[in-house]
Structure formats: structure tokens, C-alpha cells
């Protein structure tokens, strides 16, 4: 076991039975002239989670964890798009339409897929998920029981949405989860530092949070090599 220095206490991780999921590193939603841009966001309170998501997946494929990629975004026939969510926040551009990059949230479009500086290995698993959480309507479970994972390292964006409906679901399937903290991020600033407190509060009641570079000494101590799986 390695020891995290997490808040609200340390966490005992067990690099075996460990695997770094980071959701929706997306051009969409990364990128100057994407999906997120065109609503009037700045994608640069995004881009600064770049650099450790990188050190972080850097030292995971190092330590031979089990290393999760997933994307947002529905079928070209939008089948899978509830009306709901296509109607919300009456948006100029909805989903499913053209937009800078594609289709927007549609499946094989360039804005729905990963920034380059983070792009999958061959092996590693991409989850293409329908909503908010990368558990429903995947076969995300599955995948992490099947490897035997019981601990979630978890990053992404954004922190209050994704990541945070991720790490809900995660916790009441029986994961332990650490999210990456300064490799979570938010178009708005105090969501992502509420959204990180939230999931701490009350002794850890969704899991932990920890800076990367705590984080990855634990996934760098001597005999946790050993190359991706």
C-alpha cells in the first residue's frame, strides 16, 4: 500500500487495485474556438489542468495502473439524447447541431474527441458516455469490476458536473475515489473549489482530494512499475 496525503485523511492506495479515469479532456471543451468557447466561456480556467493531467497519466502508465479515458457525446442519430437535455438552457447552438468543430457532443466528430496532449494508448479503454456520469449507460462497472479496481483516481473536467456526478456514482457502487485536485477544473472557478469541498465534507462523504503531487509519489514508490495493463 501507498499513502496519499488527502484531505480529509490520508488514503491508503493500493496501485494493484487502482485506475486513473479522466473525463471529458475534450477538444470541445478544451480548445479555443470549441463548443465551449462558442458559449461565451474562457477554456483557459481549463487548459491550466493540462500540464499535471499529464505528469499524473505520465506516472499512472508508469506504475502500471489501469488507465480509463471517457468522452461526452451521443450517437450520430441522436437516439440517445433525451429531449430534455437538448432543449436546456435554450443555447444558441443545440446539441447534435453544427458547430466549430463538428457536430456538437456528437460520437466521431473532431471536437468530441480527446486533446492530443492527452490521447489514449493503444489498450487503453475509451468510454463514451451518454451523460453527465461515466457510469450510466456505459459499461464502466463491468471494465473496472472485471480488472478487479476498487480505488478511482479521478480527474478531468468539469469539476462540479462530470467529475463530480462520476465520483456520486462511483461512491455508491463501492469505489474508493481520489480526485487529482489541480487536475479537475471548472469554467467557473468557485464551482470547482466548492465542488472539491463537497466531496471531502463530512469525513469524505463522496471521497478524497489530494494535489497530483501527492498523488503521484505514491504511484512512483520502488517496486509499483512495471508498464500498462
Not at 463548443?35 to 502500471?64: E, H, K, Y
Not at 478524497?208 to 500498462?228: M, T, V
Amino acid at each position: 500500500m501507498a499513502l496519499i496525503n488527502a484531505e480529509p485523511y490520508s488514503l491508503d492506495l493500493d496501485p494493484l487495485r487502482a485506475a486513473l479515469i479522466i473525463i471529458d479532456m475534450q477538444r470541445d471543451f478544451l480548445e479555443p474556438g470549441g463548443f465551449g468557447a462558442a458559449l461565451g466561456n474562457d477554456v483557459s480556467l481549463l487548459r491550466w489542468t493540462i500540464a499535471p493531467c499529464r505528469q499524473l497519466l505520465a506516472q499512472a502508465r508508469m506504475a502500471g495502473l489501469t488507465v480509463i479515458h471517457t468522452r461526452e457525446g451521443h450517437r450520430p442519430d441522436l437516439a440517445d439524447l433525451p429531449p430534455t437535455k437538448k432543449a436546456c438552457g435554450r443555447l444558441p447552438v443545440a446539441l447534435g447541431d453544427a458547430g466549430p468543430m463538428g457536430r456538437i457532443l456528437v460520437r466521431s466528430g473532431d471536437g468530441h474527441d480527446i486533446i492530443p496532449e492527452l490521447y489514449p494508448m493503444p489498450g487503453e479503454p475509451i468510454i463514451d458516455k451518454p451523460g453527465k456520469g461515466a457510469f450510466h449507460a456505459t459499461d464502466l462497472d463491468a471494465l473496472l469490476k472485471n480488472r478487479g479496481i476498487a480505488q478511482l483516481i479521478v480527474c478531468g473536467v468539469t469539476t462540479e458536473v462530470c467529475v463530480h456526478t462520476t465520483v456520486r456514482e462511483a461512491n455508491d457502487r463501492g469505489y474508493e475515489c481520489v480526485v487529482a485536485a489541480d487536475c479537475a477544473g471548472s469554467y467557473f472557478p468557485e464551482f470547482h473549489e466548492i465542488g472539491l469541498r463537497m466531496i471531502a465534507a463530512q469525513g469524505g462523504i463522496f471521497g478524497w482530494i489530494a494535489p497530483s503531487a501527492d498523488i503521484i509519489p505514491a504511484l512512483a514508490e520502488p517496486g509499483r512499475s512495471g508498464g500498462c495493463r
